[in-house]
Structure formats: structure tokens, C-alpha cells
């Protein structure tokens, strides 16, 4: 009994060793992701633009919200540029920072349930994955809110058996989490789910309404709808504010029922999500360690239902709900993906009666993958996208005709380093920018660059080469700037 006491200490603290030094290690390689990135990359998509604005603005005291995206990852931003730093990296550091710090709530977290191997090869396969991995370096609040998610599941379910205070803090930091995602509020779900103690959860609800309605309340007062009506209908509101009061009726209907026939096909093909967001969230070699993993916790199905169960059903109350309101957008499972990855650190887990050469060769297996998938991380390292033409066209104008510029462009990427206004109707613009990279969209949907009516007159400003991409602005004669 000593012995194995005393095997199972040993075998601990290496695993303890082993989450310390990949974790300092991946530290490394996302810090030098981060570095590069911001050296020869851009921001990330329209979104971005917006986070970062309204983190400027908060910064300055003129703003604190917006029409449709929620400010919380913009406000922890402006905190950052209190130092005086550049507003992206400012993005990209709380970006990084929240995405090592949502390892370590994983590690901790998992441990409790299933022990520090699971834990540890958990936290590993989570900072391989490429879509975490750019996440954790992005302008966007992906792994800010996952933390948020973990920190307060970690609070209400660890620390609040212990402790009281633990859900009722826990229910404050997942409030604060609605803040930065308004799908975040399924934490509610999961919470109940986990605990399944009407007790805890009432008081993990008195937590969570503080900062809600307080971000509620400020969002009101500033005109703007709370995030969590505005990403269903923030969209739609200009389209029906052109639309005469007689056509209203029949645009809702046609609406609802363009809703019906979504809904409809949902639910048709609900059972190929493996087929639409697996291969998204996961890389190739995760995918095998992911299937070795599911037939590894079916054969000790026995011994770790009862925690396995919780996780599952955490998943499933995140997928269900989410994919009905966005589909296959691979982002928003970036919450729950360490559920995906605890199942592949199950793929470790060896059974009584398996042996030792299949053990080995699932060793091998999950080496591999880690290498491979750390490959394809590390793809700032030996692919440019040639999007810092966006970063200098902005920097030219800025230092050449100001800020505040009306600029239209198919994203708002230039308009952002030139500190411009982005609109969308180009006959008002005061400079169009117009690049070879803008055939498509940053999702690879073709998009259509409408240009303002021919009797607009154009001067060409500035023509700008990088690495055999084109950018050229114009400016609009009609137009004061």
C-alpha cells in the first residue's frame, strides 16, 4: 500500500513538472507568435476593428459601449493603454494573457475531477491547438471569455464547496463574462448542471446580475441595446428603419420566416456536426487522439461516469444553443473546447486489460500530434498573408492627412491604422482603398466591393507594393477631406 502511495506521489509531481515546463515553453512560443504577428500582420477581421475602437474610446472617457458588441474585453484594453502602449498590441497582449491564464484554470480545474495526468495532458493538447493558439495572440475576446467561462465554473464548483462566497464570486466573474460575450450567460446552464444545488445557483445568479445590469444599465443610458438583444436583432435595425410602416408586417413575418426554414435545417443536419466544427476546432492529429480518446472513456465508462457526464453535458447545452444562433462559426466553441481536448487526454488513460504495445503506440500517437499540431500554430513563422499592407497604407494616411477620415474599404483594416472612421456608404467617403487582397472576405466567402457611381471623380493618392500585393487609395474630389 506504501508503495503505491508512494508511486502514485512520484507519478504526480512528474506531471507537475511536465504542465510547468510546457507551460513556460508554450509561454515562449506564443509571446514570439505575438511578436511576429504584430510585426508583420494585421488586425484580425471587422471585429476587431470594432473591439479596439470602443476600447479607445473608453480609454478617453467619451464612450463605454456599443450598438452590438459587448464591451468587456474592450474595457480590461483600455486599462492596458494606460501604459501608453499601441492599442493592438494593447489587444494582443490581454489576448495572450488570458489565454495562459485560462491554461493554468484548466489544469486546476480538471484535476479535481479526473487527477493531474488527465489535468496536465488537458492544459498540453489545449496549447498545441492552432485555433487556440491564435486566439491566445488575436485583437478578438475568444480566450478573455474563456477564461471568464472557467473562472467561474472554477469558483462556484471548487471553491464554493468550501466556501460560500466561492459561487456567489463565481457568479460575479461569469457576469463579467456575459460582458465580454453575451453568449457567455450559458455559464448559468453549466453551473446548474455542475453543482446541481438550487442554493448554489441562486446564489451564482445574485452574483452574475451585479455586473450585468450595472453593464446593462450604462448600455441604456448611452442608447444602446444590451449586447445580448443586439446580437439577435442589432443587425436588422437599420434595414427596418428604411422600411415604410405598411411593409413592416410583412418584413417581420418573412423574417421569422426565414427563421423557421433555418431552424428547420438545423435540426436536419444537426447530426453532421462532426462533419461542419470538429475538424474546425480540432487539428488532423487531434481528431485521431479525439477518437482514441472516446473509445478509451466508453471502455472505463464504469469508473468516470459520474464527472465525465458533467462535461458532456456542459457541451452539450454550449453546442446546441450556440449552433442554432451561428452555425459552424468554429470561434465560438473556443469556450468549450478543453471539453474536446479532455477527451483526448483521455486517449492516455491506459486500461487493465490493454497492452503494453498499444499503450506505447497511443504515446506515440499523442507525441505526434502535439508536434504536428504545434506546427501549425507556429504558421506566422513561415506564411505572410502579405496583410501588413493594410498597417502601412493606414499608417500613410494617418501621417499624411490626419485622422477622423471618412474612409471606405471592403474591411476596416487600413482605416483602423489611420485612426479613420469606417462607414459602408462609399459616395460619402472621403477616401476609398481598394487592394488585391479584398476578392475575398477573411472567411474565404467571395465579396462583392461596390464602388461609388461613376459620376464621383477619384484621384489616385498613393499606390502601395508589398510583396507583390496592391493597395491603392483614392480620394473623392467631392468630398471636403
Given at each position: 500500500m506504501n508503495n503505491k502511495i508512494k508511486e502514485e506521489l512520484m507519478n504526480n509531481k512528474a506531471n507537475r513538472v511536465s504542465f510547468v515546463v510546457s507551460f513556460i515553453c508554450f509561454s515562449i512560443f506564443y509571446f514570439l507568435i505575438l511578436v511576429r504577428k504584430f510585426g508583420t500582420d494585421a488586425i484580425e477581421s471587422?471585429?476587431?476593428?470594432?473591439?479596439?475602437?470602443?476600447?479607445?474610446?473608453?480609454?478617453?472617457?467619451?464612450?463605454?459601449?456599443?450598438?452590438?458588441?459587448?464591451?468587456?474585453?474592450?474595457?480590461?484594453?483600455?486599462?492596458?493603454?494606460?501604459?501608453?502602449?499601441?492599442?493592438?498590441?494593447?489587444?494582443?497582449?490581454?489576448?495572450?494573457?488570458?489565454?495562459?491564464?485560462?491554461?493554468?484554470?484548466?489544469?486546476?480545474?480538471?484535476?479535481?475531477?479526473?487527477?493531474e495526468k488527465t489535468s496536465t495532458y488537458t492544459v498540453i493538447f489545449l496549447l498545441?491547438?492552432?485555433?487556440?493558439?491564435?486566439?491566445?495572440?488575436?485583437?478578438?475576446?475568444?480566450?478573455?471569455?474563456?477564461?471568464?467561462?472557467?473562472?467561474?465554473?472554477?469558483?462556484?464548483?471548487?471553491?464554493?464547496?468550501?466556501?460560500?462566497?466561492?459561487?456567489?464570486?463565481?457568479?460575479?466573474?461569469?457576469?463579467?463574462?456575459?460582458?465580454?460575450?453575451?453568449?457567455?450567460?450559458?455559464?448559468?446552464?453549466?453551473?446548474?448542471?455542475?453543482?446541481?444545488?438550487?442554493?448554489?445557483?441562486?446564489?451564482?445568479?445574485?452574483?452574475?446580475?451585479?455586473?450585468?445590469?450595472?453593464?446593462?444599465?450604462?448600455?441604456?443610458?448611452?442608447?444602446?441595446?444590451?449586447?445580448?438583444?443586439?446580437?439577435?436583432?442589432?443587425?436588422?435595425?437599420?434595414?427596418?428603419?428604411?422600411?415604410?410602416?405598411?411593409?413592416?408586417?410583412?418584413?417581420?413575418?418573412?423574417?421569422?420566416?426565414?427563421?423557421?426554414?433555418?431552424?428547420?435545417?438545423?435540426?436536419?443536419?444537426?447530426?453532421?456536426?462532426?462533419?461542419?466544427?470538429?475538424?474546425?476546432?480540432?487539428?488532423?492529429?487531434?481528431?485521431?487522439?479525439f477518437g482514441i480518446g472516446i473509445m478509451q472513456i466508453i471502455s472505463s465508462w464504469e469508473n468516470i461516469r459520474t464527472n465525465i457526464i458533467k462535461f458532456l453535458e456542459v457541451l452539450i447545452l454550449w453546442i446546441i444553443p450556440i449552433m442554432l444562433i451561428v452555425g459552424v462559426a468554429d470561434y465560438m466553441f473556443i469556450p468549450v473546447l478543453p471539453i474536446f481536448l479532455l477527451i483526448c487526454a483521455k486517449a492516455i488513460d491506459t486500461q487493465p486489460n490493454q497492452s503494453n504495445y498499444i499503450s506505447k503506440f497511443v504515446k506515440i500517437l499523442v507525441v505526434i500530434s502535439v508536434i504536428l499540431s504545434t506546427f501549425q500554430a507556429a504558421y506566422p513563422f513561415y506564411r505572410d498573408d502579405r496583410r501588413k499592407i493594410y498597417k502601412l497604407a493606414g499608417e500613410w494616411i494617418n501621417s499624411n492627412l490626419g485622422d477622423n477620415i471618412l474612409i471606405f474599404e471592403p474591411f476596416p483594416f487600413a482605416t483602423f491604422y489611420a485612426k479613420g472612421i469606417w462607414i459602408t456608404d462609399s459616395s460619402k467617403a472621403s477616401l476609398i482603398i481598394i487592394s488585391t487582397l479584398d476578392h475575398t472576405s477573411i472567411r474565404g466567402i467571395p465579396h462583392l466591393i461596390t464602388l461609388p457611381p461613376e459620376s464621383i471623380e477619384f484621384e489616385l493618392l498613393k499606390e502601395i507594393d508589398y510583396k507583390g500585393a496592391k493597395l491603392r487609395i483614392f480620394r473623392n474630389k467631392e468630398t471636403k477631406r
Amino acid at each position: 500500500m506504501n508503495n503505491k502511495i508512494k508511486e502514485e506521489l512520484m507519478n504526480n509531481k512528474a506531471n507537475r513538472v511536465s504542465f510547468v515546463v510546457s507551460f513556460i515553453c508554450f509561454s515562449i512560443f506564443y509571446f514570439l507568435i505575438l511578436v511576429r504577428k504584430f510585426g508583420t500582420d494585421a488586425i484580425e477581421s471587422t471585429d476587431s476593428y470594432f473591439y479596439l475602437r470602443i476600447a479607445e474610446l473608453a480609454y478617453k472617457r467619451e464612450s463605454f459601449t456599443n450598438p452590438v458588441f459587448s464591451p468587456g474585453y474592450s474595457w480590461i484594453i483600455s486599462l492596458i493603454l494606460t501604459t501608453g502602449i499601441d492599442t493592438e498590441l494593447a489587444g494582443r497582449i490581454t489576448s495572450l494573457i488570458f489565454g495562459l491564464g485560462t491554461a493554468i484554470l484548466i489544469f486546476f480545474f480538471i484535476r479535481e475531477f479526473f487527477g493531474e495526468k488527465t489535468s496536465t495532458y488537458t492544459v498540453i493538447f489545449l496549447l498545441a491547438n492552432p485555433l487556440f493558439a491564435w486566439a491566445s495572440v488575436s485583437t478578438l475576446p475568444y480566450t478573455t471569455q474563456t477564461f471568464f467561462f472557467w473562472l467561474a465554473l472554477y469558483l462556484t464548483v471548487i471553491l464554493g464547496d468550501r466556501r460560500v462566497i466561492g459561487t456567489f464570486l463565481g457568479g460575479i466573474i461569469g457576469g463579467y463574462g456575459y460582458i465580454v460575450r453575451p453568449e457567455n450567460i450559458l455559464v448559468i446552464l453549466a453551473v446548474a448542471t455542475i453543482s446541481r444545488r438550487i442554493k448554489s445557483l441562486t446564489l451564482f445568479l445574485a452574483g452574475f446580475l451585479i455586473p450585468a445590469i450595472f453593464y446593462n444599465i450604462l448600455s441604456y443610458q448611452e442608447g444602446n441595446l444590451p449586447s445580448i438583444i443586439s446580437k439577435f436583432i442589432g443587425y436588422k435595425l437599420p434595414e427596418i428603419s428604411k422600411i415604410s410602416e405598411t411593409q413592416k408586417t410583412s418584413y417581420i413575418l418573412r423574417e421569422l420566416s426565414n427563421l423557421l426554414t433555418y431552424l428547420q435545417t438545423f435540426i436536419a443536419n444537426i447530426h453532421l456536426f462532426h462533419k461542419y466544427i470538429i475538424p474546425k476546432i480540432l487539428s488532423a492529429s487531434q481528431i485521431i487522439i479525439f477518437g482514441i480518446g472516446i473509445m478509451q472513456i466508453i471502455s472505463s465508462w464504469e469508473n468516470i461516469r459520474t464527472n465525465i457526464i458533467k462535461f458532456l453535458e456542459v457541451l452539450i447545452l454550449w453546442i446546441i444553443p450556440i449552433m442554432l444562433i451561428v452555425g459552424v462559426a468554429d470561434y465560438m466553441f473556443i469556450p468549450v473546447l478543453p471539453i474536446f481536448l479532455l477527451i483526448c487526454a483521455k486517449a492516455i488513460d491506459t486500461q487493465p486489460n490493454q497492452s503494453n504495445y498499444i499503450s506505447k503506440f497511443v504515446k506515440i500517437l499523442v507525441v505526434i500530434s502535439v508536434i504536428l499540431s504545434t506546427f501549425q500554430a507556429a504558421y506566422p513563422f513561415y506564411r505572410d498573408d502579405r496583410r501588413k499592407i493594410y498597417k502601412l497604407a493606414g499608417e500613410w494616411i494617418n501621417s499624411n492627412l490626419g485622422d477622423n477620415i471618412l474612409i471606405f474599404e471592403p474591411f476596416p483594416f487600413a482605416t483602423f491604422y489611420a485612426k479613420g472612421i469606417w462607414i459602408t456608404d462609399s459616395s460619402k467617403a472621403s477616401l476609398i482603398i481598394i487592394s488585391t487582397l479584398d476578392h475575398t472576405s477573411i472567411r474565404g466567402i467571395p465579396h462583392l466591393i461596390t464602388l461609388p457611381p461613376e459620376s464621383i471623380e477619384f484621384e489616385l493618392l498613393k499606390e502601395i507594393d508589398y510583396k507583390g500585393a496592391k493597395l491603392r487609395i483614392f480620394r473623392n474630389k467631392e468630398t471636403k477631406r
